[in-house]
């Protein structure tokens, strides 16, 4: 969560900068994060983000991946470091989210991430793997509007790997999804969080 005063969904935080650093620990790799207050996962790695990147399949080792949402880049520089042929886009609303995650993937010597504001991804990029933690407390019809916009964006016979709270609606997005013609299935469940793995 972001500090008091300041959403880690805000395109520009209010909240005043205080960074410092986290360690990130896989038993592939290992990244030391720049974060900052007024961005998602400040202070530490999120536990819903290490679940994802332990337990989601091998993302595309090619074309264009995404992190919906990169935050300080967990994500995003863990999918790269793991498809170095890929392009991973990595983008957030968060101008100090977007401004960490480039340092961090130049400070970790990761070259194949690409940082920007979701509008400023061309029209015609499609992805082969999505990534996300996503921003759940920006409300339901925000939530669906977004997802719907990025899954849209699948390459034919893509997967999104999504990781969802239990209380926070993950049984709920589960359904949704497959109405939206993306079955998705449960990957993995624990602490409350569930990996959910939907396909186009």
């Not at 990029?125 to 699948?154: D, Q």
Request: net charge neutral; charged share 20%; with cysteine.
């Amino acid at each position: 969560m972001a500090a008091p005063g300041s959403h880690y969904f805000d395109e520009e935080p209010t909240t005043e900068s205080a960074p410092r650093d986290v360690l990130l620990t896989l038993p592939d790799t290992n990244l030391r994060l720049r974060t900052d207050r007024g961005v998602f996962g400040y202070n530490r790695i999120d536990a819903g983000s290490k679940l994802l990147l332990l337990k989601a399949p091998t993302p595309c080792p090619a074309g264009n991946l995404l992190d919906l949402g990169c935050g300080a880049g967990a994500i995003a520089l863990t999918m790269a470091r793991r498809s170095p042929a890929a392009t991973v886009w990595a983008i957030d609303v968060n101008d100090r989210a977007r401004e960490l995650c480039r340092a961090n993937a130049i400070a970790n010597d990761i070259p194949n991430v690409r940082v920007c504001a979701p509008d400023d991804v061309a029209s015609e990029v499609e992805f082969a793997t999505i990534w996300s933690n996503p921003a759940i407390r920006i409300g339901k019809p925000a939530l669906h509007e977004m997802l719907a916009r990025w899954f849209n964006r699948l390459a034919a016979g893509g997967e999104a790997v999504l990781v969802v709270h239990k209380h926070l609606g993950s049984d709920s997005l589960q359904t949704w999804l497959g109405e939206q013609g993306y079955p998705t299935v449960r990957l993995a469940s624990s602490g409350g969080y569930r990996i959910l793995r939907s396909t186009r």
